[in-house]
């Protein structure tokens, strides 16, 4: 099992920005990878960014690219996102997710492990 508790949202205007981190613990050995979601109400859980965890590989969703950041501290078995630029459509409970094996990222289930979720509100 792998335990993932993120950190970070909060409230902020637009235009601000966040960096939100999650940290896992328990089997990370047995990750491959590690991503990002966001779900607003009323709206499907989506993709935001993930990064393998052995190579450093990231991924992107469309609406995120060029104003997130993914990144990662092995040693500290941690993966951030740094969220700049943020707009009002950003704001919805973020998700850190893990991977166990290789294969997709993109989708909400190639996704084993999740954390319970932080709230990130972009006021306009």
């Known amino acids: 099992q792998v335990q993932l508790v993120e950190s970070g949202g909060g409230l902020v205007q637009d235009g601000g920005s966040l960096r939100l981190s999650c940290v896992a613990s328990g089997r990370t050995f047995s990750m491959h990878a590690m991503g990002w979601f966001r779900q607003a109400p009323g709206k499907e859980r989506e993709f935001i960014a993930a990064i393998i965890w052995s190579g450093g590989t990231t991924y992107y969703a469309e609406s995120v690219k060029g104003r997130f950041t993914i990144s990662k501290d092995n040693t500290k078995n941690t993966v951030f996102v740094q969220m700049n630029s943020l707009k009002p459509e950003d704001t919805a409970v973020y998700y850190c997710?893990?991977?166990?094996?290789?294969?997709?990222?993109?989708?909400?289930?190639?996704?084993?492990?999740w954390g319970q979720g932080t709230q990130v509100t972009v006021s306009s």
């Open positions: 997710a893990a991977v166990k094996g290789a294969g997709g990222v993109r989708s909400r289930y190639d996704y084993d492990y």
